[in-house]
């Protein structure tokens, strides 16, 4: 406690100035002033490793010096900046190497939509056109969802705190039990169906069911494929659309460039965001199939949906996809990962511990209360920077850059085991 009290003097100006909203600056007490690769220093000097990637915003990791040089040379150049939706010949690069790096390979066929250059802009977009193409307003969600901080999107996020945020009801959404929410009996798409097909059920025919494929924020609650398979066939059977929101689980988070790439899905709608602006850039993406692409001009917009630096990162992030070896190193380190996190719960069988996620999204769900939280403040003084995740925030949440070294993960992992062995003393 007297360290974090300690670093609490050089935030006496965010303190005083900056708004009581500003939340991770209260996990991470300190001003950081530069970052590379998977590390950030602070103002006194001191080094952390970084298992939180800007929220899954930077899975190439702070100042990627590929994707950096090809950014210096666009504005020394005086590339253009800022073009709302004007056709720019950054923009065209970037449209090209998506279809022929990460659409064409994978036989997707998507319309790319840029909306508002953040994520909760691309599921509003997504809910929007579900709406617009269906005639219908309900959509089905899900158990600790979370989509975003707008009202559409908070209409079908399920964590009370942040629905409780909107001052307003949230409507025109249906919650339904997440995969295994119920327990391992309970089979979730079945419930679901019954509400569909039984006309007394108080449940009207929805535009569209959102999912995620892994629940970052909701607790790192991995669906199954097959869940996933079926809840597309769900889809199909009714004529609703399925919309994927893959904005914190997009761009190789679980392994593939897409999450839901190993269940065979191919959603109506899919969002992304975050890592795709490759940099830690505003962006965002809105892949509509083609069928579905009834916008009229102008019906959805934003002022900086024309975010040029953000199209010249991304199309050199790709550069990361052009074959299949930096998505087999993901999935290489999330089994690394995996084995390291089950030693744990084995070790510590205090902690009522439960392994969760895929790929570089993982984590530890604690049975004690507060004790996730615990151990991430325990990390953070020993030079490791993780959040925690879940209604209660009672998992452990490792979200480190994809790029990240042996070394880096392995020291990293280290903290977190001696964080957890500190919190176990009582301290």
């Known amino acids: 406690m007297k360290a974090v009290e300690q670093l609490r003097s050089p935030l006496r100006v965010f303190e005083k100035l900056e708004s009581e909203v500003r939340s991770y600056c209260r996990s991470f007490p300190t001003v950081f002033t530069h970052a590379r690769d998977y590390k950030l220093w602070d103002a006194e000097g001191r080094e952390y490793i970084d298992f939180f990637a800007g929220a899954g915003a930077l899975n190439y990791g702070h100042n990627n010096p590929k994707i950096k040089e090809k950014l210096i040379e666009y504005l020394m150049n005086d590339g253009v900046t800022h073009s709302l939706d004007m056709a720019t010949a950054a923009k065209e690069n970037f449209l090209k190497r998506f279809y022929h790096v990460i659409l064409k390979p994978r036989g997707l066929h998507y319309k790319v939509m840029f909306p508002g250059p953040t994520g909760t802009n691309s599921v509003e977009s997504a809910l929007k056109l579900a709406r617009k193409v269906t005639g219908r307003d309900t959509v089905i969600s899900f158990t600790n969802a979370f989509h975003g901080m707008t009202l559409g999107s908070l209409a079908v996020t399920g964590n009370k705190f942040k629905r409780k945020g909107a001052g307003i009801p949230l409507n025109n959404s249906i919650s339904m039990p997440f995969d295994n929410y119920l327990g391992d009996e309970a089979d979730t798409v079945n419930y679901i169906e019954r509400f569909l097909e039984d006309n007394g059920s108080g449940v009207s025919l929805p535009a569209a069911i959102i999912l995620e494929t892994v629940q970052a924020e909701g607790g790192i609650n991995a669906a199954s494929f097959q869940w996933l398979q079926r809840i597309e066939e769900i889809c199909r059977r009714w004529n609703i659309l ?46 509509i199939k083609p069928e579905f692409d009834v916008w009229e001009p102008g019906e959805h917009n934003g002022t900086f949906r024309g975010n040029n630096l953000g199209f010249v990162a991304a199309a050199q992030a790709l550069s990361y996809w052009e074959n299949e070896s930096f998505s087999e190193e993901i999935k290489a380190k999330g089994e690394r990962v995996r084995v390291f996190l089950e030693k744990l719960v084995r070790q510590h069988p205090e902690m009522e511990g439960e392994v969760r996620g895929r790929g570089l999204i993982q984590g530890i769900a604690v049975g004690k209360d507060g004790l996730a939280e615990k151990i991430c403040a325990a990390a953070f003084e020993r030079g490791l920077i993780m959040e925690t995740s879940g209604a209660n925030s009672e998992v452990v949440k490792l979200l480190p850059p994809l790029t990240i070294d042996e070394a880096g993960l392995n020291k990293g992992l280290q903290i977190l085991e001696d964080s957890i062995k500190w919190c176990k003393k009582g301290h």
């Open 242 to 287: 399925l919309i994927v929101d893959d904005v914190q689980m997009g761009c190789g988070r679980t392994g593939p460039f897409f999450s839901f790439e190993p269940a065979g899905i191919q959603p109506d709608i899919v969002c992304l965001s975050k890592s795709i602006g490759g940099y830690g850039l505003p962006m965002a993406l809105t892949l």
